[in-house]
């Protein structure tokens, strides 16, 4: 593996939603393997920095890359549809909701990309999902409707439905933010075997500073829409150079 | 005092559901009486009960091609309203505003009448149109009627299928969309089926009134051979001056079908909440 590879590369980003500009300039490199953690007061724009990365917002400003392809905002042309699409099978995402398909098993959830957006055999698709399942722990659960399973299994779920489309870099969207605490271990569990078992590459929103530390390769701090301190959980634990930082810190720590 | 107290004790006892049969027998007794006094022809309505009730068939079929016809129409009217092309939620807003801005007997009647008017005149003045060009627009009193009854009732539910489509949360498009998936993968995987637990039961209540709807098609002259109830009805009622029975048998029929369906429909719609229970509701 090469770790020099930049996987996403976010140039000048800016997002303004009407009035209010939630990025105001963001430059950021993810390298393969690594794993980036964004955190920061609620509003800082981290959200908003993951939804541009797969174009589920537009950038008002600037461009981002991914696995070599360059895209930036504007209009949607049937051209820009078909980019943002091609550029969204390089990207996983995992909501602070799971959005898991309710009208689908655990299994059917998994491998609905595969099918439907890949057009993989449906064999080859059951048997890499119910190792995907077994990944993430739920192997006896494939045939259960997403209703009948915890919160914290819908969204080891909703993991192994993004890993199922084999992308470069999975998102993670406040992933354990509306789980009951004692179901958080969990899936910060099965993110932490990613990292280290799959050498995932990952963008990270959480406020699991654990997590941060263990896990992390790069934490960024998010401030007023723009990145404040980052650097390695040494540097920015162990050296915090900023109030902001400090003081966000001890709120969550 | 005491004798009204203890009439409501003892009606307190008859449960409600006994009360309502006691009020229906009586209304049915009373309309069974006055059918007697006013002499109506009970041995024809029988006899000709088999000729207007074969019109079923023909009922039954304008109801349901009109469904599967506004079916269509709605989806395609919904997915328009909810565009964001200007093309589709025009021609979509154009097409509601029309249907549902006039009356269902004018449609049947345009698209009857006007438009074989319309293939004359056009291929006179174009001779350059294929021949038969105008018998084309020529349509069958049925099929206009049908055409007509779809055209309207798509028209209207097309606000039920945008409804349905709008209960699905925007986080299923999301994903949908992080998985790669085009706009019609995510409505034909994602969406539609989970919009359709909100679409089938006013849709079911839609057939129904179409089928009662569908009498209007007589009125386009209908030939003998095709006839559904009301029109057959019609047909035997005026030859025989017996148009009271005639009508009372076609109402009859109407209400035992309505009837039938209307407790398919309930049992249906049971069953889907049923089922959204199990898949959305909370633990």
Not at chain 1, 129 to 149: C, F, H, N, Q, S
Request: aromatic content about 8%; charged content about 20%.
């Amino acid at each position: 593996m090469d770790r020099s590879e930049v996987v996403v590369k976010v140039r000048d980003l800016h997002k303004r939603f009407g009035e209010l500009e939630v990025l105001k300039g963001i430059d950021m490199d993810v390298h393969r393997g690594e794993v980036v953690v964004i955190f920061g007061r609620s509003g800082s724009g981290k959200s908003t920095l993951l939804r541009c990365v797969n174009f589920l917002e537009d950038p008002t400003r600037g461009t981002i890359e991914v696995a070599g392809m360059a895209l930036g905002g504007g209009h949607r042309t049937r051209r820009k549809r078909e980019q943002i699409r091609s550029l969204r099978l390089h990207v996983g995402m995992v909501f602070q909701q799971f959005n898991l398909f309710p009208h689908m098993t655990a299994l059917e959830n998994v491998i609905e990309g595969p099918l439907t957006v890949k057009g993989s055999d449906p064999d080859q698709a059951r048997g890499r999902g119910m190792e995907l399942l077994a990944r993430v722990g739920l192997a006896t659960k494939a045939d259960e409707y997403p209703i009948r399973l915890s919160g914290g299994q819908q969204q080891r779920v909703a993991i192994a439905r993004a890993l199922a489309m084999e992308p470069d870099v999975m998102l993670f969207d406040e992933p354990t933010s509306a789980l009951d605490p004692e179901l958080t271990g969990e899936v910060l569990a099965v993110m932490k075997s990613l990292a280290t078992e799959l050498h995932m590459t990952m963008m990270v929103v959480t406020h699991e500073m654990g997590f941060a530390r263990e896990v992390g390769d790069h934490l960024a701090f998010f401030h007023e829409g723009l990145i404040l301190e980052q650097g390695t959980p040494e540097q920015v634990f162990g050296n915090t150079r900023f109030q902001e930082t400090k003081t966000f810190l001890e709120a969550v720590l | 005092m005491v004798r009204s107290e203890r009439m409501a004790l003892a009606s307190a006892r008859i449960p409600f559901n006994g009360k309502v049969a006691v009020v229906w027998i009586v209304i049915l007794a009373a309309i069974s009486f006055f059918f007697a006094v006013a002499g109506f022809d009970l041995g024809w309505m029988r006899e000709q009960l088999g000729y207007i009730a074969g019109g079923l068939r023909f009922t039954m079929q304008i109801a349901v091609s009109g469904i599967v016809l506004a079916v269509i129409l709605a989806l395609l009217g919904a997915l328009g309203r909810l565009s964001s092309n200007p093309i589709a939620y025009g021609v979509s807003g154009f097409y509601t505003s029309f249907f549902r801005g006039t009356p269902l007997i004018v449609q049947m009647f345009l698209i009857y009448l006007a438009l074989p008017q319309v293939g004359i005149n056009l291929a006179e003045r174009y001779p350059g149109l294929p021949e038969g060009f105008n018998d084309a627009l020529v349509l069958e009193a049925t099929v206009a009627g049908i055409l007509a009854l779809g055209l309207n009732y798509g028209a209207y539910m097309t606000e039920i299928f945008r409804a349905g489509i709008m209960s699905v949360g925007h986080g299923q498009t999301e994903a949908a969309e992080a998985l790669g998936m085009t706009y019609r993968q995510r409505m034909r995987r994602v969406i539609l089926p989970q919009a359709y637990r909100v679409i089938v039961p006013p849709t079911g209540n839609e057939f129904i009134a179409m089928m009662k709807d569908s009498a209007l098609v007589s009125f386009l002259g209908v030939t003998a051979a095709s006839a559904e109830i009301f029109r057959r009805a019609q047909l035997v009622g005026k030859a025989d001056f017996k148009n009271l029975e005639a009508l009372l048998v076609t109402a009859g029929l109407y209400w035992v079908l309505t009837a039938v369906f209307t407790t398919f429909q309930s049992r249906l719609e049971a069953r889907l909440s049923r089922g959204f229970v199990r898949t959305v509701g909370g633990h």
